[in-house]
């Protein structure tokens, strides 16, 4: 009784633990809306896919013990823009409005890369 009672513990632990349970974050799931909010946890973002109309804003949030950022591949925009430095650190916000479309690689200028290496994820701004 007690070995079945503590492999169905088990089971759900593992269950839990991969489903990304305990931190709020996977670094790999997709939001979308008209103003959504994507954490930046230590090395991963929140959202990996982030979904937005033209128009529509993200507020970046620090989450991590770590420092972060939201940069634009293209250098078309970058939260230093509106936060005012690079390093957002825990509960640090910046919220950018997106007014043109398109279809924007972002990476975290510590974690990630340009290439979409690393703390990497793509911003899609209307119906690109």
């Not at 169905?8 to 990304?20: I, P, S």
């Not at 690079?86 to 398109?102: I, K």
Request: net charge negative; glycine share 16%.
């Amino acid at each position: 009784m007690r070995i079945r009672l503590l492999a169905a513990l088990l089971a759900g632990v593992a269950l839990l633990a991969a489903c990304g349970g305990g931190d709020g974050g996977g670094g790999d799931g997709t939001i979308e809306g008209t103003d959504v909010a994507v954490e930046m946890y230590d090395n991963r973002f929140q959202y990996t896919e982030i979904r937005i109309p033209v128009g529509g804003s993200v507020k970046w949030v620090g989450a991590g013990r770590n420092p972060h950022n939201s940069v634009a591949a293209d250098d078309s925009w970058s939260t230093e823009s509106v936060f005012g430095s690079l390093e957002q650190l825990e509960d640090d916000e910046a919220v950018l409005t997106y007014n043109t479309p398109g279809r924007f690689t972002f990476f975290c200028t510590f974690h990630g890369n340009a290439d979409g290496a690393g703390m990497a994820g793509v911003l899609i701004v209307g119906d690109a």
